[in-house]
């Protein structure tokens, strides 16, 4: 039954990225980890998001996570809107404390990405994450205390 899903999955994957390429669709990843900076110890679940679109850049104008009320990223070395190039990456972060601490796994499954375009994108777990790290985005002048 796996292998029969497996080749299910394979078998709708290829026609996926053959129309990706063609139509030259905006196509953006959303990834959630939980971290902390090294220089204060503050725990942060930090949201990856890359373009993997094949020609085109796209525009993130907020990024938050889905909950009840909101909680957006807002991190003043991470400002939005950003510009995306092609297989470009930008990460920003929200402080572990400000979300509820009793969402286990689903936290990973909350983060949220708007578009220029009004397109939103869910996030998923990241499970590859290095052990040590740049934040990608740039310089960080002051990382929460």
């Known amino acids: 039954m796996e292998l029969l899903l497996k080749a299910i999955g394979l078998i709708t994957w290829i026609p996926q990225r053959v129309w990706e390429m063609i139509s030259g669709r905006r196509k953006v990843n959303l990834l959630v ?8 110890r503050r725990e ?9 679109s094949h020609d085109r ?20 070395d991470r400002l939005l ?3 995306l190039k092609p297989d ?3 990460e920003t972060w929200v402080e572990a404390d400000r979300l509820p601490s009793d969402l ?10 708007r578009l220029s375009n ?7 777990k ?17 990382p929460p205390s």
């Open 44 to 52: 942060c679940y930090f949201l990856n998001v890359t373009n993997l």
């Open 81 to 83: 809107p950003k510009r």
């Open 126 to 142: 990241n499970k590859r994450v290095p052990t040590q790290g740049i934040v990608p985005g740039g310089p960080i002048t002051r």
């Open 104 to 113: 286990g796994e689903k936290i990973f499954t909350l983060g949220r990405v």
């Open 57 to 76: 850049e796209v525009e993130v104008t907020h990024v938050w996570f889905a909950l009840n009320p909101q909680i957006h990223a807002l991190a003043t």
């Open 118 to 124: 009004g397109r939103e994108v869910k996030s998923r």
């Open 88 to 90: 470009e990456t930008w």
């Open 33 to 40: 980890h939980y971290a902390y900076f090294t220089a204060t």
